[in-house]
């Protein structure tokens, strides 16, 4: 059975970083377009960011350019996302996901498989 497996979530003061990992089981994602998805309490699933299969193009939402960085490692399997300069209102479950639909998808039903998150959350 495909799936994603998130990690690396974790508390931790605003200003502070954290690196989140999903790795993929019974699925390569290096046949994915890998994108980030955060929930917040009592908010809808937003969209964070996004790297083509190749790693050769990103899109970010205007809320994380700058501070958010995506990378994948396709012959681990792995695809990470790096939180620098952490807010309080970065806090949120992540997920990850992956998508076959086009090179930078950044709508939820785009995406195929998802993981089941990872909680972040960013003390002030």
């Known amino acids: 059975q495909a799936q994603l497996i998130e990690s690396g979530g974790g508390l931790v003061q605003a200003g502070g970083s954290l690196r989140l990992s999903c790795t993929g089981s019974?699925?390569?994602?290096?046949?994915?377009?890998m994108g980030w998805f955060r929930q917040a309490p009592g908010k809808g699933r937003e969209f964070v960011g996004v790297?083509?299969?190749?790693?050769?193009?990103?899109e970010y939402a205007e809320s994380v350019k700058g501070r958010f960085t995506i990378s994948r490692d396709n012959a681990k399997n792995l695809v990470s996302l790096e939180l620098n300069s952490l807010k309080p209102e970065d806090t949120a479950v992540y997920h990850c996901?992956?998508?076959?639909?086009?090179?930078?998808?950044?709508?939820?039903?785009?995406?195929?498989?998802w993981g089941q998150g990872t909680q972040v959350t960013v003390s002030s």
């Open positions: 996901a992956a998508g076959s639909r086009r090179l930078l998808p950044n709508e939820e039903d785009e995406y195929d498989y």
């Open positions: 019974g699925l390569r994602v290096s046949d994915y377009a």
């Open positions: 790297i083509s299969w190749s790693s050769l193009s990103s």
